[in-house]
């Protein structure tokens, strides 16, 4: 899981999930839930990989909305 959060940080992603919501709350009174644990590890990883997924899908989106076709439409500025 710390690699999924790696490589959503490299992308420059905040990864958002319901415990970090939790965790910004419970900063308030100096605790934090630990998102290795057992438990919460699975929910996290599944959540991590669903939006690292999503990112990726919005960008062949946009790829393809560029397509090589449309370029000469663009300025060369």
Known sequence: ???????????????VTGFNIINNVLKIFKLEIPLNTP???IIT??????????YFARIRKEDESLS???LDKFSED
């Open 1 to 15: 899981m710390d690699g999924l959060i790696k490589i959503a940080n490299f992308m420059s992603l905040s990864p």
């Open 45 to 54: 990883k599944a959540i991590l990989v669903r939006e690292i997924n999503m």
């Open 68 to 70: 090589f076709t449309s």
């Open 39 to 41: 438990g919460l590890r």
